[in-house]
C-alpha cells in the first residue's frame, strides 16, 4: 500500500508539473515572437510603424499580450534593442583576442575590424534602421546601446593609443572619421540610393573601393606616426 500511495503521489505530481510547464512555456514561446517582431516591424516600416498592433500583427498574437508581458511598448522595444548586438559578437570576439596580446594590435588588426563594421552595416537592414534613428532622434535605450558600443570601443583604444602618443597623429580623430564615414555611406547608399563623391557603394566595384580607401587610411596613420604594427 505504501508504495502505491507513493506511486499515485509521483503520478500527480507529474501531472501537476506538466501542467505548470505548458504555460510556462507558451509564455516563453510569446515572449520571444514578441520580441521578435520588433525587428520584422523595424524592417519593414520603420522605427515610427512600433506600434501595438503592428507588433501584434508580426508576431501573430493578441496585442494585449505586450502589456501583459512588457508593461508597454516601450518596454518591448528596449528589450529588443538590448538583445540585439549591435556592436557585433563577431566584432567583440576579435577585441576579445587582440586584447590576449595587446602588444601585437596594429594596421591589419584595425582595417579587419573596419572592414567588418562596412561588411555588417552593408548587409543588417535593421542595424541600418537602429543607426538612423540613433542619430535622428533622443532615445534613452538608443544612448544605452551607443554607450555600450563606446565601452567596448574604449577597451580597444586603451591599447592602440598610446603607440600614437607625441606622434602628432590623432588617432582617436582619425578614426572616429573613418567609423562615421562608414555609417554615413551605408545609410546614403541604402536609403537615398544615390551616388556619394560619385561613388555608389550598392555596386561590388565601388565597395571594393571603399573597402582599399580604408585600408589605406589606416596604413596611412600608422605610417605618419611611424608606428610599425
Known sequence: MGKQKNTDSEQ??????????????????????????VGGVIQKKGYTGLTGPNIAQEAGLDKKLIWTYFGSIDNLVETYIL???????????????????????????ITALLHGQLERMMKDKVLQRIIHWEIGEKNKTLRKVADEREKIGEHLFEIIEPDFTDTGVDIRAKLALQIAGIYYLVLHAKYNGSLFCGIDINKATDLERLQKAIQDNVNAMYDEAKVNK
Open 12 to 37: 500527480k505530481s507529474e501531472k501537476s508539473r506538466k501542467v505548470t510547464a505548458g504555460p510556462i512555456r507558451e509564455k516563453a514561446r510569446s515572449i520571444t515572437r514578441l520580441v521578435a517582431a
Open 83 to 109: 538583445q540585439r548586438d549591435f556592436w557585433n559578437m563577431a566584432d567583440q570576439k576579435i577585441i576579445s583576442e587582440l586584447l590576449k596580446n595587446p602588444e601585437n594590435i596594429g594596421k591589419k588588426d
